[in-house]
């Protein structure tokens, strides 16, 4: 079986290259041209895959790849996948996030071998914006937050009263969101049209020891790493509360953690998990859509308590400077998602939950920042 993945690069394509290599297929990753070394996070696996240049916004090169490596699987990963960023490049994200996916739905519309090609679109949780479904229970259950919905994950009742799922409406609230729903549609579109067999993963937010750096789940357990490393060499004393920008150490420096809205809930899974799901999706007859979650949600001040919590800092409110520049123009305020339908359908289900991910992520950060040893200002 031969595999086309798009955004192989990113930490998603990363780690569905990993799948898919264990699985047998043979794996083209599309990767752009830049002018820096951009596949650090495939490099263990980089003689098991061919490598082909190529960027979504280019329609005939996509066309060229599809039909010249015919393969049976096409997953489009590749996205400019900030949200925050949406915000400042609005078009660039259009052109790659919304029209992108135009191009390689396109391609394998006109391809030979359209019948033959199953394609999956990453579609994601940012598409419902600020809507959410309610439970008509909702005034049966205990507690204010909470109602009891079904059995996603097959773990136990999960019991919120707002939550998101296949039939809750879209209400996007960024440029990222409004192309990534404008490509879910077209999927669907050239589903219903053209007989593509095209697959949406709505998938919720999922992290890793891979992730990109700008998110705020990396962005605290990469600080972490580094402030751990910096305090470790400090005197006891280290002062947090006398300059509201550094963190002081008799003459030495370190900047504090630097965010935004802390209150945002998110449902956040790990991404080694989610690209199973990716996988299960094109496996079955019949395409469609499938929200992929664990079925929890999170606030990133509760990221923050336990992450902070395996470094043994009970108390990081000196340690973070909350920062207008990181506030978007337009929040995402809750995401919970639930994954019944992954689970029946799929048979899929998450298998790190949210303290297990912190801890993985606030791990694997320590040890990096300790063998990079990264520069240190110093007053
Ligand atoms: P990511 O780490 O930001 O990776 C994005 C990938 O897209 C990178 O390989 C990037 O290549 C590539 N790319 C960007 N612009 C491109 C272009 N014009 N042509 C070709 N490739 C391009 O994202 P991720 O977290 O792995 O997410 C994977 C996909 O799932 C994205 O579509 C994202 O929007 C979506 N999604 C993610 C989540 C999540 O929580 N992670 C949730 C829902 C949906 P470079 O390495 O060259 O930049
Ligand atoms: N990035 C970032 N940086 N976010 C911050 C910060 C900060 O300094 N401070 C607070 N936040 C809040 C954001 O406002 C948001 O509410 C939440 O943390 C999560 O932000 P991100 O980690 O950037 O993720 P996202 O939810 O906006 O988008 C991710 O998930 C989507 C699925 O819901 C991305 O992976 C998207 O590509 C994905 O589609």
């Known amino acids: 079986m031969k595999v086309v993945i798009f955004g192989i690069t990113g930490q998603d394509g990363s780690y569905l290259a990993e799948l898919l290599v264990k699985k047998g297929y043979e794996v083209i990753g599309v990767t752009r041209r830049v002018s820096v070394n951009t596949l650090s996070r495939i490099e263990h696996i980089l003689p098991q895959l061919t490598i082909v240049e190529g960027d979504i916004t280019d329609g005939f090169n996509i066309s060229k790849i599809i039909e010249s490596h015919e393969p049976d699987e096409v997953y489009n990963l590749a996205a400019q996948s900030h949200v925050g960023t949406s915000f400042k490049q609005p078009s660039l994200t259009w052109d790659i996030t919304g029209a992108g996916v135009l191009n390689i739905l396109e391609a394998i519309r006109y391809s ?24 008509e229970n909702a005034s049966l259950m205990m507690s204010d937050d909470k109602v009891v919905v079904d059995d996603p994950t097959g773990k136990g009742f999960y019991e919120y009263k707002k939550y998101q799922d296949e039939n809750t409406p879209f209400i996007p609230q960024s440029p990222y969101g409004i192309a990534k729903l404008a490509a879910h549609h077209l999927v669907r579109n050239y589903r ?6 095209g697959s949406c993963g709505i998938l919720f937010n999922h992290e890793s020891e891979r992730r ?41 420096k370190f900047p504090k953690l630097r965010l935004g809205n802390l209150d945002a809930r998110r449902d956040w899974g790990h991404a080694a998990d989610y690209v199973e799901a990716m996988w299960l999706m094109l496996q079955q007859d019949e395409p469609d ?57 799929l048979g899929w289900s998450p298998r790190i939950d949210f303290k297990s991910l912190a801890e993985r992520m606030v791990a694997y950060d320590v040890k990096e920042a300790g063998l990079q040893r990264p520069s240190i200002q110093t007053v």
């Open 289 to 345: 859509d499938y929200v992929v979650a664990t079925g929890e949600t999170r606030s990133v001040r509760e990221f923050l308590d336990a992450s902070f919590s395996f470094v043994e800092v009970d108390d990081w409110s000196n340690l973070v400077v909350i920062d207008p520049e990181f506030y978007r123009a337009a929040e995402v305020e809750y995401l919970l998602g639930i994954p019944t339908k992954a689970k029946r359908k």
């Open 112 to 135: 030979s071998r359209k019948d033959q090609i199953r394609f999956y679109q990453a579609s994601s949780s940012e598409m419902f914006g600020k809507n959410y479904t309610t439970s």
């Open 192 to 197: 219903e049209s053209y007989g593509i067999h």
């Open 212 to 252: 990109g750096e700008q998110f705020v789940t990396r962005k605290i357990t990469k600080w972490i790493g580094e402030f751990v490393l910096w305090s470790n060499q400090s005197s006891m004393d280290i002062d947090t509360t006398s300059d509201p920008d550094f963190i002081l150490d008799n003459g030495r």
